[in-house]
């Protein structure tokens, strides 16, 4: 296997760098909260010292960047179906079931088995059904 070479643009190094900062912010959080004895105010003054860290020495950091990406990944894809899922249950089945109780029919299928059309013929490229 070869190795990774070095990470040399800043964007990579701000991505490694800013990809340290979530467990500082849920560190904060649960301070806030009173469930670990540091002060919030320290994890403020942590974010941007861990940012450069994270810049400073990217090949240390990048293997937790990577597991973070995939795991990123892996909730948004999951975060996506549950929104369209939410949406559907939520908006479209409801209007659904008002418009049966109203009657109204938007697709007509009623109408025989089918829903193709009957051709006229052949007639003109302008009028062709």
Do not use: T
Request: hydrophobic share 50%.
């Amino acid at each position: 296997m070869s190795a990774r070479p070095p990470v040399h643009r800043l964007r990579d190094r701000f991505a490694i760098g800013a990809s340290l900062l979530p467990p500082v912010a849920l560190l904060m959080l649960a301070a806030r909260w009173g469930w670990v004895s540091v002060s919030p105010r320290n994890c403020l003054v942590a974010m941007p010292l861990v940012l450069g860290l994270g810049m400073l020495l990217p090949a240390v950091f990048e293997p937790w960047h990577r597991w973070l990406s995939r795991v990123q990944a892996w909730c948004g894809r999951r975060l996506v179906f549950g929104v369209l899922l939410g949406v559907y249950a939520l908006a479209l089945v409801p209007i659904a079931l008002l418009m049966r109780w109203a009657g109204q029919r938007p697709l007509d299928l009623s109408r025989s088995g089918s829903s193709w059309v009957k051709s006229k013929g052949y007639g003109s490229l302008r009028d062709p059904f």
